[in-house]
C-alpha cells in the first residue's frame, strides 16, 4: 500500500488492565452501570413489595458509584501521567519551547531514531542536545507550526519504571496548505526523583514523506 498520503495500518499498544481502566481512567461507565442496576433493583424489589429493601439496595449501588468517582478523582495511573507527557512534549515540541522540552526529554541519553523513508528528511539526533538544535533551526523559522491537535494517543506501562506511548498528530503550518498527519512512538523512563522523561522518539510515519519501514 503506498504509505505517502495515507497511514499503513499502526499496531496499537496493549490495552491497559481493565478493572485499574474502568475504575480509575474511565470511571463512567462503570458508574453508569450501577446507576442502573440501583434503578433496576428499586423497581424490582417495590414490584415484590418490598420497597425498604429496594430502596436500600439502590443507595448502596449508587454510593458505590459515587465511591468510584472521588477514587477516580484522587488517583492518577502511571499510564495517565505518561499521557500527560505526551501532550506536553508534542505541545513544547510544537512551540519551538526547548526549555519545556528540556524538562521533558532525559537530559543525557534522549535519542530520535529515525528509519526508512523518514531518514531522509529527518536525520536522527544522537543526544538530547541535537534534538533541541533541530527543533531550534526547524520550528521557530519556516516550519513553525500555528495548530496541534492529538486526535488518537495510546500509552503502555511496560514495566516498574518504563513505558511507550504512541500519537498521531495533526498540525497546521503557514508552510503547508492542508493540515498534515503524522505518528509517533515515544519511550519513557522514570528517574529517581519520579518524574517521566523521555529517552526516544520514534517516528513511525510521516504525511508526504513515507513510514519507518519504507524505502
Known amino acids: 500500500m503506498n504509505d505517502f498520503l495515507q497511514a ?3 499496531e496499537a ?9 474502568f475504575l480509575f481512567e ?4 462503570t458508574m453508569a452501570l450501577l446507576a442502573i442496576l440501583a434503578i433496576l433493583a428499586w423497581l424490582l424489589f417495590r414490584a415484590r413489595k418490598q420497597q425498604r429493601l429496594g430502596v436500600i439496595v439502590a443507595v448502596l449501588l449508587l454510593a458505590c458509584a459515587g465511591g468510584i ?7 492518577t495511573t502511571d499510564r495517565e501521567v505518561v499521557l500527560n507527557r505526551t501532550v506536553e512534549l508534542i505541545e513544547a515540541t510544537a512551540k519551538a519551547d526547548t526549555t519545556a522540552l528540556r524538562d ?3 537530559v543525557d541519553t534522549a535519542v530520535l531514531r529515525s528509519e526508512g523513508s523518514i531518514r531522509r528528511v529527518l536525520p536522527p539526533s544522537r543526544d538530547t542536545a541535537d534534538i533541541l538544535a533541530q527543533v531550534d533551526r526547524y520550528l521557530k523559522g519556516q516550519y513553525s507550526i500555528t495548530s496541534v491537535k492529538l486526535p488518537n494517543r495510546q500509552a503502555t506501562i511496560d514495566g516498574r519504571n518504563t513505558a511507550r506511548s504512541q500519537v498521531r498528530v495533526a498540525v497546521e503550518a503557514d508552510a503547508l496548505s492542508r493540515t498534515h498527519y503524522s505518528w509517533w512512538r515515544l519511550h519513557w523512563a522514570r528517574g529517581t526523583d519520579g518524574q ?8 513511525l510515519w510521516i504525511q ?8
Open 208 to 215: 508526504f514523506v513515507g513510514s519507518s519501514s519504507g524505502r
Open 196 to 203: 517521566w522523561r523521555c529517552f526516544e522518539i520514534e517516528p
Open 69 to 75: 468517582a472521588i477514587l477516580a478523582s484522587r488517583v
Open 104 to 106: 521533558i526529554l532525559d
Open 13 to 21: 499498544l496493549p490495552a491497559p488492565p481493565t478493572i485499574e481502566h
Open 8 to 10: 499503513p495500518a499502526i
Open 26 to 29: 474511565q470511571p463512567w461507565p
